[in-house]
């Protein structure tokens, strides 16, 4: 789940997904992690927009959640120590 290319509210026609080999995700929240041999190979995830519930599978799974990294961190490793902590600021 990943591309280079990102605009808020912008996303990768599903038709398009399978032929460039990677797709962008937006609006969606991760419900359930899919792991095989300890390692991540997708998500169930509720689309914020349509309203319904995907299984996405994987070769690559980057978690780009910004401040909430640790909260899918924790769906893998429950024990996993947290890594953020997130503070008010502002960004150049």
Not at 34 to 54: F, I, P, Q, R, W
Not at 55 to 65: G, L, P
Request: glycine fraction near 4%.
């Amino acid at each position: 789940m990943m591309a280079s290319l990102m605009m808020p509210g912008w996303r990768q026609p599903r038709s398009n997904c399978r032929s460039l080999q990677r797709c962008l995700v937006n609006y969606m929240e991760v419900e359930e992690l899919l792991v095989e041999n300890k390692k991540v190979k997708g998500a169930v995830v509720y689309d914020h927009l349509s309203k319904e519930t995907l299984t996405i599978r994987a070769h690559s799974v980057i978690n780009a959640t910004g401040v909430f990294a640790d909260a899918v961190i924790n769906m893998d490793n429950p024990d996993a120590e947290t890594l953020l902590t997130p503070s008010q600021g502002c960004m150049l």
